[in-house]
């Protein structure tokens, strides 16, 4: 079995049976895709569109792509023929723009909420308040080619372990509180939280996706 085969092996038998993995292959070469493939592995994380469209087009069509980076409004037609989840929605414009181009494509896409749960400036996404906004809005009613099907948080980048938890606990609190809103358009099924770093955490916190990319194909 290859070193790639063995990480993916080795980190879903650590999952919980609710917890999905997602295998973040930003950067990496067809090659390594592959390898995962061949092992039987078929849901990939990208943060690029140009580069998850290029490899979407080389690869076999049954893969599950998941754009997990921040996505400009302009970029979403290239991604919405085949993309499967988009993580990090945290616009209504952007939101806006997904469903004009699902409708293009004859499809419903699903989305994640991105929120903001670090103390970083760096970090993209709503703050709690803004996503209960978009969520109970009129003009988010009207939107009837996507569905929101949950929420994704980065927690800190650092070692304070207990700060991480509390961001963790803060979205699967504030994504409980969402599954009231449950309509055509929203049902809150996935929580898509945790990296190589702080996956365990994650999971300890009711994540139902980890997006790991480092622990699988090494460094970037
Ligand atoms: C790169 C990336 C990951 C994976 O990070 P690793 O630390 O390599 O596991 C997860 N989520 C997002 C949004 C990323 O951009």
Redesign the pocket.
């Known amino acids: 079995m290859s070193l790639i085969a063995q990480n993916i092996t080795g980190i879903l038998n650590e999952l919980n049976a609710n917890t999905k993995l997602i295998a ?1 292959t ?1 950067t990496k070469p067809l090659e390594d895709l592959l390898e995962a493939y061949q092992s039987g592995f078929k849901r990939f ?1 990208e ?1 690029k569109v140009q580069e998850m469209t290029d490899k979407y087009e080389r690869l076999p069509k049954d893969i599950e792509w998941h754009m ?2 921040h996505l400009q409004s302009n970029k979403v037609k290239y991604i919405a023929p085949y993309v499967y989840l988009i993580h990090g929605v945290d616009s209504f414009k952007l939101l806006k723009e997904i469903n004009k181009e699902a409708i293009k494509n004859k499809r419903v896409i699903n989305c994640l909420l991105q929120i903001y749960i670090a103390q970083e400036e760096t970090k993209f996404g709503l703050s709690k308040e803004e996503a209960y906004e978009l969520l109970t809005s009129e003009a988010f009613g009207q939107l009837d080619h996507i569905k929101i099907i949950g929420l994704m948080g ?1 927690a800190s980048n650092c070692d304070d372990t207990e700060k991480i938890r509390q961001e963790f606990r803060g979205l699967k609190t504030l994504f409980d509180s969402f599954r009231a809103l449950e309509s055509k358009s929203i049902s809150m099924k996935e929580l898509s939280m945790g ?3 702080d996956y365990h955490l994650a999971m300890q916190e009711g994540s139902t996706m980890v ?5 699988i194909f090494g460094s ?1």
């Open positions: 973040v930003k994380g943060n997990i980076g980065m990296m190589s770093g997006r790991i990319g480092s622990a970037r």
